[in-house]
Structures are given as C-alpha cells and as structure tokens.
C-alpha cells in the first residue's frame, strides 16, 4: 500500500504546476493494428475544439484545454477531482507517413491514427521454385 508521500509524489509527475494553471500528462493506450499505430489519449472535460495536435521534427505534441468547472473558486469541504489542461509530447519513428496522420475526438477520448509508411508495413514474400 502506498504511503501518503509516494502518492503526492505520483500526482506531481502526472500533474505540474505552468503559468497559475495545472497541466496534467494524460494516460495513453498504443496499440499496432494492421498498417498503423493507433493511440488512445483519455483527456476528460476537454472540448473538442480545444484540442492542440502538432507534428514537427519527429515529435508529436498533443495539448488539450479543459474549461473551468466553476465561474469563481467555491470553498470545497473535499476536493478529490482535479481541473488542468494536458499536454503530452511523443518521438514518433520515421516509420509513421506523417502526412497521413489523423484524430478524432469522443466522450474524453482522443484517438490518433498514425499510418504507417509502405515500407514499414508487414508483407508476404513470396518464393520462387525452381
């Protein structure tokens, strides 16, 4: 069981402190499927039209921005549910055709394809008998 020091420690490396706002770096599934790698990056309360993806020098970056919850800061009796942005950055391989990638967003899910270029794609070889 964890202690109450180790699991401050884990939230400070899932959520920083930049510029007055919480930034927290989402959880993301990779997956290899059939000619690409798919991502799946949980960024809840992020709205659609707030959401940064960018591809440059081989890296991706992903940021999201979440709304406040609230107009002004109430007084919490408890407060267990923390509200930041995310912004996540990924070295992606020379194997991925850059300029096919693409998104798309639902229920606080971003999914990003990330096609393969031809060569990198698994085939058949075939063998010639004699």
Do not use: C
């Not at 440059?56 to 267990?80: H, N, S, W």
């Not at 990638?101 to 058949?124: C, Q, W």
């Amino acid at each position: 069981m964890a202690t109450e020091t180790e699991v401050k420690q884990e939230e400070e490396t899932r959520a920083q402190r930049h510029r007055e706002a919480t930034v927290y770096k989402p959880h993301v599934d990779i997956l290899e499927e059939q000619g690409e790698l798919t991502w799946k990056v949980n960024m809840p309360g992020v709205g659609g039209d707030s959401i940064d993806i960018n591809f440059a020098d081989g890296v991706l970056t992903i940021q999201g921005k979440v709304r406040p919850r609230y107009e002004r800061e109430p007084k919490f009796m408890l407060r267990e549910y923390g509200i930041g942005d995310f912004y996540r950055t990924f070295q992606v391989s020379d194997q991925v055709d850059a300029g096919r990638i693409g998104a798309e967003y639902n229920d606080g899910v971003l999914t990003v394809h990330l096609p393969k270029v031809e060569a990198a794609k698994p085939r058949k070889i075939d063998v010639r008998t004699g």
